[in-house]
């Protein structure tokens, strides 16, 4: 199931957290993007699906790749499933980073 990021960052003002920006692409010369960033405080919120590209061991390598450099870069990165995004424990975790 896809979510719709309007929906997310509606929900995520509900809940007081400072709007994100979706696709935020965070490194200069990679195409890499977080589904939802706030950088200022180089906070990223990633959803991982449970099927497809990301399962596979090209895709997931691919990942690692993505979030260790961001990890160098100073990026601190969230990681959830579209069965948790807008709940009460990711914003939370959010809030706590931010």
């Known amino acids: 199931m896809k979510y719709n990021p309007d929906i997310v960052k509606a929900y995520f003002a509900s809940c007081y957290l400072p709007e994100p920006l979706c696709e935020h692409r965070f490194h200069p010369t990679r195409r890499w993007r977080f589904d939802f960033a706030w950088p200022q405080q180089k906070v990223a919120l990633e959803v991982e699906g449970l099927n497809g590209r990301h399962q ?6 691919k990942d690692m790749e ?7 870069m100073g990026w601190r990165v969230l990681r959830t499933t579209n069965r948790n995004l807008c ?3 990711t914003v939370d975790m959010i809030r706590m980073l931010l």
Do not use: I
């Not at 596979?56 to 390598?61: D, I, S, V």
């Not at 993505?66 to 160098?72: G, H, I, L, P, W």
């Open 56 to 61: 596979r061991t090209a895709g997931f390598l």
């Open 66 to 72: 993505k979030y260790n450099r961001a990890t160098v």
């Open 87 to 89: 709940m009460q424990e």
